[in-house]
């Protein structure tokens, strides 16, 4: 009873939290759908779906809207540079630059202001208040409505009018929106979760040409090899540990007969991995993954007793088809990295599309400031169950 009532207390705390931090007061009647705050967009006198392109969002107790509330609804003329990465906005009378590189806005007559836009899943948000101040337009944000306006000369009616008349609009509004998936993040303006680059199955006569690029590029992988693997390639499971990667243990057989043929199976390999190097691994993977319906308590045990640390390898591309390209192979692992919330292990394979696309993912990665990290035993291992 004590678990559930701090399991409450603990998601109303969380909820305070968010409401603080996107600057969004706790009496207000927003709701949160598909990652954001719902907040209503009205221009003038017309009320407008909730959209990407309509609804602002709170950031840092800013409120920023979509640059196309001025372009489309307001009348506004709008350019974006994608090569210098700035946006201008005129409304004929005047224009501000937004320098999305620089954090700053400045006008025609090159005075700089210090407001930012933000690029978010494929949209420019602009600061509301500020860019509808600089260009004459009236603000108002309704907190506890979360309803924000825009007017200019053309609106007729007050925003009291204007709430009482769109009262019932409000809830179909947002019951088309909770209908709506969730929109993909885009790849430019999301960041990746932390990934452990891991290598398994068969090497092959592009494992030389991998190892060349992680060394050039100072990448650390962990490669699963199995018995046969090792005895087939001592050349190059030397080079591996020798170039200061990490050596797990794999498996070639599929889901196990028992608890005994998997430990027999990791022996095997750490048996040939004695041979080759003169050391053992404690590090493993189970074919299918650890929540396999597979796997019972029995195995879990087995392991743990053997002292064995169970990896889940939880991207797997499809790098082996006699089709993969390397660049749609990165844009897959890419669009896997930014959709989840934890770190993941990234399971490559030693073929030429996955060679061909480690540089455009590294190249990502670098841009958008992630984490590509080493994996050994003092890790805590990636599972599906955690």
Known sequence: MKKQVFKRSLAVLLVLAMCFLWGISADTSAIFVNGQWVIYTITNDAIHPLSYQTMPFMHSSVLYIPYTVFSQHMGFREIYNDRENILILSNGDRTL???????????????????????????????????????????????????????????????????????????????????????????ETSDPVPVYLTFAGALSGETEDILDFLKENGLKATFFLTADTILQHEELVRRIYVDGHTIGLGSASG?????????????????????????????????????????????????????????????????????????EIADEIIMALITTETEQTLALHSTAAAHDALAPLLDYIHRRSGEIRTADLLTQPVRWDR
Not at 268 to 276: C, D, P, Q, T, W
Not at 298 to 305: G, H, P, R, S, V
């Open 97 to 187: 630059f937004f320098d999305l590189d620089q954090g700053i806005a400045y006008d025609d007559n090159s005075y700089t202001y210090a407001r930012s836009a933000l690029a978010q899943n494929g949209m420019i948000y602009l600061p509301a208040r500020f860019t509808a101040e600089y260009f004459g337009l009236e603000y108002v944000y309704d907190a506890e409505k979360a309803v924000v306006r825009l007017t200019d000369s053309s609106a007729k009616y007050s925003m009291e009018s204007i709430l009482l008349f769109y009262s019932k609009t409000f809830d179909a509004l947002l019951a088309d929106y909770q209908t709506l998936p969730p929109p993909l993040p885009d790849p």
């Open 255 to 327: 889901l196990p007969a028992s608890p005994e043929a998997l430990l027999s199976e990791f022996q095997a390999a750490n048996a040939a991995l004695f041979r080759v190097l003169r050391t053992v691994s404690r590090m493993v993977y189970l074919p299918g993954g650890s929540v396999h319906e597979h796997y019972d308590a029995a195995y879990f045990t087995a392991l743990e007793q053997a002292g064995y640390q169970i990896w889940d390898l939880t991207i797997i591309p499809n790098d082996t088809a006699p089709d993969a390209v390397g660049g």
